[in-house]
């Protein structure tokens, strides 16, 4: 089983980008035997980042692609996001960039779902030192423009999970281990699908 994994890379203040550091923890820790983690940087800027996503899913065809990046607003919070949204991407990115028509998928529907079920990962997991949440507004900048693209090409096999910046209690350490924790469950309910 191929699952895949993006961060992001440095935006406006955020020289270190809490997401590409948790990813980069998970992928130390690993998933066990059967998974096989490859992992991605991708630039927050609207138009490499839908063009990394979609050569994701045509060249590697994972089973689950996993997105993380960073709320700068959540302050020791891991907020799991159940579906993207097409529309609304007013907000320039660093290139001075948005979206034309502020719009992900010209002919796509308003919003696409994951078929991971976050609300009952939501309930089923904890993680030691920090509060994980459940959302259906992934925010209308990156990160919801790349999880709407990903659902998109991905057939809806694709997760976003935003985690809070770094700082003295939140360790990318501890943000990878919440990540594993998170992801085990996920692929649990992918082999249940599955079977």
Not at 4 to 29: C, D, H, I, M, T
Not at 32 to 53: D, F, H, S, T, W
Not at 149 to 168: C, D, E, K, M, Q
Request: hydrophobic share 35%.
């Amino acid at each position: 089983h191929l699952s895949f994994f993006s961060g992001f890379g440095p935006f406006r203040q955020y020289l270190v980008n809490s997401s590409w550091e948790a990813v980069k923890e998970l992928s130390k820790r690993g998933l066990g035997e059967n998974i096989n983690l490859r992992i991605m940087q991708l630039p927050a800027v609207y138009q490499k980042a839908k063009e990394q996503v979609f050569k994701i899913w045509t060249t590697l065809q994972p089973l689950l692609t996993v997105h993380v990046g960073l709320a700068s607003s959540a302050k020791a919070l891991i907020i799991l996001e159940q579906c993207g949204k097409n529309k609304g991407y007013q907000e320039m990115d660093g290139c001075g960039f948005h979206p034309e028509g502020g719009c992900c998928m010209l002919d796509g529907p308003e919003k696409i779902e994951s078929t991971i079920n976050m609300k009952t990962l939501w309930k089923n997991i904890s993680v030691e030192g920090i509060d994980i949440i459940f959302s259906r507004d992934a925010g209308r900048y990156i990160c919801d423009y790349t999880y709407y693209t990903s659902l998109y090409y991905g057939n809806g096999r694709a997760a976003f999970i935003h985690v809070p910046p770094l700082s003295n209690s939140v360790t990318a350490e501890l943000l990878g281990k919440a990540l594993q924790t998170i992801i085990l469950e996920m692929l649990k309910q992918c082999g249940e699908e599955g079977e």
